[in-house]
């Protein structure tokens, strides 16, 4: 029977990167997000993100990684490991700054990582059991290739990822809280 894996996370985590190279790992084909979407589609649900896997998965007759931000079921096609990619808040501010993203999608997109949003979702939607992070602030796209690939093996069963704790340790969330309600009350 032919599976999907998602490897999701905020932008600038590093999820088409690890999703090409585990998707060759394991022999699936690797679809991006923007794969299954409409040109010029801004928005779109998870609902017709489904129909749209479920049926391209069917087509292809074989295993699947997708690279995602928005948590979804393929159609009828099981899910068997959500990967999601995670990095520091503060990393992945700076990283989202440099590919030139609007100040605001920063910010927005610093917060869902500070609040795992993407980890959150996953568990809601697929359930404990199937959901793992790999914290990629300090390590290469090989590695965490490697580290998924032992994942969906059933060797390793991923990190455990606290960035207010991190945060809150090292002095720097604060900082980034001031930052991030700045943003809210200009909002």
């Known amino acids: ?12 985590v590093g999820k088409s990167t690890v999703a090409s190279g585990l ?12 794969e299954l979407t409409d040109p010029g589609e ?17 087509r292809e007759g074989r295993d699947v990684v997708i690279a995602t931000h928005i948590i979804f079921k393929p159609r009828s096609i099981p899910i068997g ?41 996953a568990l809601r939607k697929v359930g404990e059991g199937r959901v793992f992070q790999i914290d990629t602030t300090e390590r290469g796209a090989m590695e965490s290739v490697e580290l998924a690939h032992r994942i969906l093996r ?24 001031s930052m991030l309600s700045a943003r809210s009350a200009r909002t």
């Open 81 to 121: 490991a959500v990967i999601v990619l995670r990095r520091s808040p503060l990393r992945l501010l700076e990283e989202l700054r440099l590919r030139g993203y609007p100040e605001e999608k920063v910010l927005e997109n610093v917060e869902a990582e500070l609040l795992g949003v993407v980890y959150v979702d």
């Open 23 to 34: 998707a060759e790992r394991i022999g699936a084909l690797m679809l991006e997000l923007g």
């Open 154 to 177: 059933g060797e390793w069963s991923g990190d455990e990822v606290d960035w207010v704790s991190l945060l809150e340790r090292d002095g720097s969330l604060q900082g980034l809280l």
């Open 42 to 58: 801004l928005e779109v649900h998870p609902v017709k993100l489904a129909a749209r896997a479920g049926a391209r998965i069917r």
């Open 1 to 12: 029977m032919m599976r999907a894996y998602l490897v999701a996370g905020t932008p600038g």
